[in-house]
């Protein structure tokens, strides 16, 4: 067990609808990356999180949004959704947020399923 | 932007061989990472490196960071059937602020 827990394990959700990601990090962890993953492919990083603002962000859709909460849980949302959304989306975190060696746990994901 | 290269994309051994992979980039890392990922689970961290020419193991793992900086060695010795998944690199360097990760290695052990 990583000490991230994400929810839900399973979403099903229909094109055009909206939802909702949850990711919290590991004790004493302030930075939250969220990555897609789609089917036998690799790690696409999204955005990341550091103390509840935007740290760095990566190929992330006009669609997709993310926040830190002040107790540092983060929440990825997904909207407008299309057929080529489904993967697996995975939050990881870190003690920090960069400039410092360290090392990122990952939760166990969230199956997005759009029909 | 950055992009990790790892080879090979996939391989199948027999049970109690041992394997090698790497994981090359095109520019200068200070942080790398070797990760297992499981079929539908996440990945699990096996290894971290943080020093140029820095040599880890953990148990059957050994994992290397190459002296340039822009590579790093993944070794399981004596394999078993449950190494069977996707290994991944990720590095980080003195600017960026998010891992970038290759593309895997998938790595099958036949009986």
């Known amino acids: 067990d990583s000490g991230v827990t994400q929810t839900p394990k399973h979403l099903i959700t229909a094109t055009g609808q909206r939802v909702t990601l949850r990711c919290s990090p590991r004790s004493g962890d302030l930075s939250v990356y969220w990555y897609q993953q789609s089917l036998d492919q690799g790690l696409q990083f999204l955005i990341q999180y550091y103390n509840g603002e935007e740290r760095a962000k990566g190929n992330i859709l006009e669609r997709f949004s993310a926040q830190q909460f002040p107790d540092l849980h983060s929440e990825l949302n997904l909207s407008s959704l299309e057929l080529g959304d489904s993967a697996l989306y995975f939050c990881?975190?870190?003690?920090?947020?960069?400039?410092?060696?360290?090392?990122?746990?990952f939760g166990q994901g969230t199956r997005l399923t759009v029909v | 932007g950055q992009q990790l290269n790892q080879s090979p994309q996939s391989m199948f051994i027999q049970e109690g061989e041992d394997v090698s992979m790497n994981c090359t980039s095109s520019?200068?890392?200070?942080?790398w990472l070797w990760y297992k990922q499981d079929p539908g689970e996440g990945p699990v961290l096996l290894i971290a490196l943080y020093k140029a020419g820095e040599l880890t193991s953990n148990g059957r793992l050994t994992a290397q960071f190459g002296i340039t900086r822009k590579d790093s060695f993944l070794n399981i010795s004596a394999s078993i059937p449950s190494d069977v998944g996707i290994y991944f690199c990720a590095g980080r360097d003195n600017y960026g602020q998010n891992f970038v990760f290759g593309p895997g290695t998938r790595l099958s052990v036949l009986p």
């Open positions: 520019s200068i890392f200070n942080t």
């Open positions: 990881a975190s870190s003690v920090s947020g960069g400039g410092i060696d360290t090392e990122a746990f």
